[in-house]
């Protein structure tokens, strides 16, 4: 019995930037199915409802935390996007070499980040 293997866990796994883009492509996704939807629901209830209820949507949206929720709802979207963009890749076969590997779980979070702030600086100078 004490030849048998180990079972793999996190105290034989090296920690790296794969896995964390992996959790944040899953906590990304979740957090737009369970805040976003509902908003997105919030907001077409609004807009089918007249002139009012769009105005107390909007000036919810335009407050400090609305603002907040939005940005971080539109950085979920676009972290989720390009991560979902690399696991594409990892699906048709490419991209397992460690230092490609490495590169694009570094680069996926900052494209999500870079593409939130371009989304924001054009919708803030319109």
Known sequence: MANRPIAPHLQIWRWGPHMAVSILHR???????????PILVWWLAALA???ESYANFQAAADSIIGQ???IGLSWAYFSHLASGIRHFVLDI????ELGTNKTWSWLTPAIGLLLTVVFWALVLTR
């Open 93 to 96: 076969g490419s991209g397992y």
């Open 68 to 70: 907040i929720v939005l």
């Open 49 to 51: 409802s007249g002139g």
């Open 27 to 37: 906590v990304t996704g979740d957090g737009m199915a369970l805040l976003g939807l």
